[in-house]
């Protein structure tokens, strides 16, 4: 298996919604990343996890809520987002922080 | 002054043509470089990944890096319309990655 997944593929919310985005590999990589992408723009790095821990935080507002359960599963959890916080979210992977990254497919969040 | 800079574009180019594209970067502290290919509403695929300066060859993908001048590029031979998509240089520093802002190829029939 070489491939990072996401789901879901598309998520529509609301403001005072809470919901969550999921990302997952089974490559054995030990960091894996959220990042943020606007239309026409390169992707923005949100969060970083090392061996399971948050490593990296880039100032994301507190309604974006990062977990990793274990080696291989990371999740994006989000409460009480913003119209402006629309984007295609992307999850990442590499063996080790310092190589080379994998990206998932994102999931395109609209929040009405 | 953006860490790494890339022409926008839109490139566009006939089928079969040889595609230049470029970047410059501002920190000595990248060690690495890759090129992503981003289609249309999908995740960044990897396309090339250089430590050293010089030349890669991957089929019809060429990585060029040159440290001295931090510039580093991406050739496609023989282009093909699948290759029309955004391509994203990015430069690493640790775990941290920085992404140029991508350029748009058309590959026209």
């Known amino acids: 298996d070489t491939e990072v997944t996401q789901t879901p593929k598309h998520l529509v919310m609301g403001m005072t919604n809470k919901k969550s985005l999921k990302c997952e590999q089974h490559m054995g990589h030990r960091a894996m990343y959220w990042y943020k992408q606007k239309a026409k723009k390169p992707p923005e790095l949100m969060f970083v996890?090392?061996?399971?821990?948050?490593?990296i935080n880039e100032s994301v507002p507190s309604r974006f809520s990062p977990e990793c359960p274990n080696s291989s599963l990371l999740n994006l959890h989000l409460h009480a987002l913003q119209p402006e916080d629309s984007a295609l979210y992307l999850c990442a992977s590499s063996q080790d922080p310092g190589l080379e990254q994998f990206f998932g497919p994102g999931t395109r969040l609209t929040v009405l | 002054q953006k860490e790494v800079e890339q022409d926008p574009g839109p490139l566009s180019v006939p089928e079969g043509a040889i595609v230049s594209l470029n970047c410059t970067y501002s920190n000595s502290a990248f060690q690495y470089f890759m090129w992503y290919r981003q289609y249309s509403r999908k995740g960044p695929e990897l396309l090339m990944y250089?430590?050293?300066?010089g030349n890669k060859e991957d089929g019809r993908f060429t990585a060029q890096v040159d440290k001295s001048s931090k510039y580093i590029s991406l050739f496609i031979r023989d282009s093909q319309p699948s290759d029309s998509a955004t391509y994203l240089c990015?430069?690493?520093?640790?775990?941290?990655?920085?992404f140029g802002g991508g350029t748009r190829l058309m590959v026209k029939p």
């Open positions: 996890y090392s061996y399971e821990k948050l490593s």
């Open positions: 250089t430590y050293s300066s």
């Open positions: 990015a430069c690493l520093s640790g775990n941290m990655l920085t």
